[in-house]
């Protein structure tokens, strides 16, 4: 987060804030870009393109950065035994069996595509997370800014290459249920061709819905950026967590991006709503960000014009 240079003056915008020491020689920089937050839609559209565009709305409506989705091929995904079993929830699911309750929530590309133009029309980015070789294949033919790879298949290699090799756009990639040497292996494979530093985003993550506080862990934020920040282009956190107590804390660990679940009503049917935030605390949860960022900065002077007034007012005077 820090370095230190050698400079005679003082700079102070909200990329790059720069405090003099009392030699006025050594600075010290301290980096903070501004947040990016990511409402993951995913599937909480319950198959309807009305209520997706809804939710796209609504996620601009917030100040959200980018609206995402979710493709799967699930008959590539899934083995036929999982394809034929029964939704693990049934009161979940929307089919007889988890295949069908799949496709039942399964947008086509042209769909995809759809949903990518209205996202552009109201000035709101598009992007999806993608689960298989075929959906990559296909996302990328919409050549969004950015796709996302989820914990669950990020040790997908025949994925992932087709991302490295096939596209030109960022890798978002989460780290849930990931081990360290894992990690170090999905890192590496990027920069065997001199990808991650320019490409690759990685997401602390705990994989659980909703996941308690104890397990957030948001100090391996801290340690992705210690151990992979010369390597990567970025470090986010996908949160999975309940409420917006803690995101803050996320941002100013390191994780420039930040990702919530999100839906209309978290009473809805399906598996993620109850771990998603409703638009009052995606709304919330943005301007909170935002505000963190206006705030991290150096005084730009020993005593700012707005305590000028007060200390000469209230400042203590030897009598």
Not at 162 to 167: A, G, M, S, T
Request: glycine share 6%.
């Amino acid at each position: 987060m820090y370095k230190w240079v050698t400079f005679n003056g003082f700079i102070s915008n909200q990329e790059n804030v720069i405090l003099i020491d009392t030699n006025l020689k050594n600075i010290m920089t301290n980096i903070y870009k501004q947040p990016k937050v990511i409402a993951e839609i995913g599937c909480n559209h319950k198959g309807d393109m009305e209520i997706a565009k809804e939710l796209i709305k609504l996620a601009k409506f917030c100040n959200a950065d980018v609206a995402k989705f979710q493709k799967r091929n699930n008959k590539e995904l899934l083995t036929e035994e999982q394809y034929q079993a029964p939704h693990p929830n049934p009161r979940n699911s929307y089919g007889d069996t988890y295949g069908e309750h799949r496709e039942y929530l399964e947008f086509n590309l042209e769909q995809h595509k759809e949903l990518k133009e209205f996202c552009e029309s109201i000035d709101i980015e598009y992007s999806t997370s993608v689960w298989d070789v075929t959906s990559a294949q296909e996302i990328i033919q919409l050549n969004p800014t950015l796709i996302k790879v989820p914990s669950a298949c990020n040790n997908n290699f025949e994925m992932l290459k087709v991302l490295r090799d096939e596209y030109q756009g960022e890798v978002h990639l989460s780290f849930g249920m990931t081990s360290k040497s894992e990690e170090l292996e999905i890192i590496n494979f990027f920069n065997e061709t001199s990808q991650g530093k320019d490409r690759l985003v990685i997401y602390s993550c705990t994989s659980g819905y909703p996941v308690p506080f104890e397990d957030v862990c948001l100090l391996e934020i801290k340690r992705l950026q210690e151990n992979y920040g010369d390597k990567v282009k970025d470090v986010g956190f996908s949160g999975h967590h309940l409420g917006i107590a803690i995101d803050n804390a996320a941002y100013t660990l390191g994780a420039t991006w930040v990702e919530r679940h999100f839906t209309k009503d978290r009473t809805w049917k399906g598996t993620d709503h109850a771990a998603s935030l409703e638009p009052t605390g995606l709304q919330k949860l943005c301007r909170d960000l935002k505000a963190t960022y206006t705030a991290l900065s150096y005084k730009k002077e020993e005593i700012l014009d707005i305590e000028k007034v007060q200390r000469e007012k209230l400042k203590y005077r030897k009598s």
